[in-house]
């Protein structure tokens, strides 16, 4: 059994695939590459054995059916494109198919390092937020998007790496001081950021915990509670951001002709023309049970941007919904097996009584209905990684983190 463990090197590697996720793609490509190859030289080496666990099979499915879509895609090229760059879908369950065991602590160790990288990260977004303000004295610079406008980074992808440290800490058993720190400093950098539903699923979070463990970490929750409520209304944007949502117009997005190239979009707003252009694309085109083909739904998107006269940045835009996405691009089919492997992430956290693995897999199903995040590298790392994770991790004895 002591071979099966992940060896202190695989386990230093993984953490680095982990922290270079808001680096340059380059970078995590070359981390994750480093580590499926030593993973499997060491299983080799190690005599490991081959055994592919039952709940790999749902992305290996889902890959293969990318591949399969070449045969009907409306433009092969970009298929191909979109294959080589999902690559990952398929040889990271592989490569950990060998009789591989993750120990809770050293889930514990690769989660530690994640949330203390995430930590430094929010500091340095901080600072350059600083430096920023001290220059033009628009505080715009500390929210949203600008806040990570350093690395170059989107708010929701950074909210949601913070939120997995987040819960991860929440429910990590033997707190240290610096671990309270981590928390706080990362619930502060998800106002910060902005993004809603990342704040709504965070505060949501809070109160579950609550409910669970009702004792110290009460304390805890009433603090941070406090401070979102403080921070809500203290600061303006993120307030704007909330309160802006409900002046759209939703009669008006589903049926108007044309707008103009100043329309004032919404996040919502947006996402619902996405979905609008999904429905008339489902009904123009014999694309219902395949899809237009693995990324092959770009031409006909900016077709139908250009028809409504929208503004020309959305022309190259995805839905922005991971469920349309794979409707749109893989068909019925494609979504069914999306749905599948959500189901096994969801199933493997109660199996394992892995709780805030188990919120973490929720945050996925929600954050999937605001953003097509398997077609973004980061956001399709961190979801095979977690998969992976919950897959060779131990069972834990009972529902306690």
């Not at 879509?69 to 592989?94: C, M, N, Q």
């Not at 949601?160 to 309270?180: A, N, P, Q, R, T």
Request: net charge positive; charged share 15%.
């Amino acid at each position: 059994m002591k071979n099966n463990f992940l060896t202190k090197t695989e386990v230093v590697l993984l953490s680095l695939v982990f922290c270079s996720l808001m680096l340059k793609h380059s970078l995590s490509s070359i981390f994750m590459g480093v580590f499926v190859c030593y993973s499997v030289f060491t299983s080799i080496k190690k005599k490991r054995g081959f055994n592919i666990d039952k709940n790999f099979y749902a992305p290996l499915l889902l890959y293969v059916f990318f591949i399969m879509s070449i045969v009907w895609s409306h433009d092969v090229e970009l298929t191909l494109k979109g294959l080589s760059r999902t690559l990952i879908l398929a040889v990271l369950p592989l490569s950990l198919s060998f009789n591989v065991i993750l120990k809770k602590a050293q889930i514990n160790k690769v989660f530690t390092i994640f949330s203390l990288v995430n930590c430094s990260f929010g500091l340095l977004f901080l600072i350059d937020s600083f430096i920023s303000y001290q220059k033009h004295h628009d505080n715009s610079t500390f929210f949203y998007h600008d806040f990570v406008s350093l690395l170059d980074l989107n708010a929701i992808y950074v909210s949601s790496f913070f939120y997995i440290s987040i819960v991860f800490l929440l429910f990590k058993h033997k707190k240290i001081w610096i671990d309270y720190i981590c928390l706080f400093v990362l619930f502060v950098f998800i106002l910060f950021l902005s993004s809603k539903i990342m704040v709504i699923i965070s505060i949501l979070t809070l109160f579950v915990f609550l409910f669970l463990y009702k004792r110290k970490q009460s304390i805890l929750f009433l603090v941070l509670t406090v401070i979102a409520v403080l921070f809500y209304f203290g600061f303006s944007k993120l307030e704007t951001r909330f309160s802006s949502e409900f002046e759209t117009n939703f009669s008006e997005v589903i049926y108007k002709e044309k707008f103009t190239k100043v329309y004032p979009w919404t996040g919502t707003s947006i996402r619902l023309l996405q979905l609008r252009i999904l429905k008339e694309q489902l009904s123009e085109n014999d694309i219902f049970l395949g899809g237009f083909g693995l990324f092959a739904s770009r031409e006909s998107m900016k077709k139908n941007h250009e028809r409504l006269n929208t503004y020309y940045g959305f022309h190259e835009y995805n839905y922005h919904n991971t469920y349309a996405q794979m409707l749109s691009e893989l068909g019925f089919i494609g979504l069914i097996l999306l749905l599948i492997n959500l189901m096994c992430l969801i199933k493997m956290g109660f199996a394992k009584s892995q709780t805030w693995l188990i919120f973490v897999s929720f945050m996925f199903s929600i954050w999937f209905f605001t953003e097509s995040v398997l077609w973004v590298q980061r956001g399709l790392f961190i979801f095979i990684l977690i998969y992976c994770v919950l897959v060779k991790s131990e069972k834990e004895p009972n529902i306690s983190g």
